[in-house]
């Protein structure tokens, strides 16, 4: 319901977003004269969690090079502000980009706008960036929810060591905990080691 800053790609005409998968949202729109809100079209997102998003363009006489963006306006002040609330960057592209988007810790709760920008040849400054040159631009609806990692469940139960630590790092739990999943992390978000824990000590 807030007001949110402008923003429209000036010709849609020969490339558009034609459609957004993540979570819940499934949303196949066509050409939508450069801007779109789908208020409707929402889902959920955990903090610190990876998500599959797929962004799928379309063409009226391309393929061209397009690069996509996405953001969320965590501190609800009507602003998509570079680097806070950009949340995935897809590399230049001329077919569907796929990728991980994720909520970083620290993230305010609640609901909150999400916007998808595509933009020919080069990327969007910011989630504000208005009529630029060929593209569009999508808005939707997400909730970002708390982190429900093994450390909320068992709290000061689980134990890193050594810390700090420089090549090996051991994980001990509850033994109730055996058969819990764990994912590694690298700085960038992605996903380095996912492991199945089937002793109390890993």
């Given at each position: 319901?807030?007001?949110?800053?402008?923003?429209?790609?000036?010709?849609?005409?020969?490339?558009?977003?034609?459609?957004?998968?993540?979570?819940?949202?499934?949303?196949?729109s066509g050409n939508n004269e450069g801007y779109a809100a789908f208020p409707e079209q929402a889902t959920s997102l955990e903090v610190g969690v990876p998500y599959t998003i797929f962004l799928t363009p379309a063409f009226d006489g391309g393929p061209f090079n397009e690069n996509w963006s996405v953001w969320?306006?965590?501190d609800l002040d009507g602003?998509?502000?570079?680097?806070?609330?950009?949340?995935?960057?897809?590399?230049?592209?001329?077919?569907?980009v796929t990728g991980e988007l994720i909520v970083p810790p620290g993230s305010p709760l609640g609901s909150a706008r999400m916007r998808v920008i595509m933009k020919f040849n080069n990327p969007v400054a910011d989630g504000c960036e208005d009529d630029?040159?060929?593209?569009?631009?999508?808005?939707?609806?997400?909730t970002i929810t708390a982190a429900s990692g093994i450390a909320d469940m068992v709290g000061d139960a689980v134990?890193?060591?050594?810390?700090?630590?420089?090549?090996?790092?051991?994980?001990?739990?509850?033994?109730?905990s055996r058969g819990t999943t764990i994912d590694v992390l690298d700085?960038?978000?992605?996903?380095v080691l996912r492991q199945t824990l089937n002793q109390q000590r890993t």
């Open positions: 319901d807030l007001a949110f800053c402008p923003s429209i790609g000036a010709n849609a005409t020969e490339e558009w977003i034609d459609r957004v998968r993540i979570g819940s949202i499934d949303n196949q969320v306006d965590f602003q998509f502000e570079a680097p806070e609330e950009l949340v995935f960057l897809g590399e230049e592209s001329q077919t569907e630029y040159d060929y593209g569009e631009t999508e808005d939707y609806c997400v134990r890193f060591f050594p810390n700090p630590s420089d090549e090996s790092l051991f994980l001990e739990l509850p033994a109730a700085n960038t978000g992605r996903t």
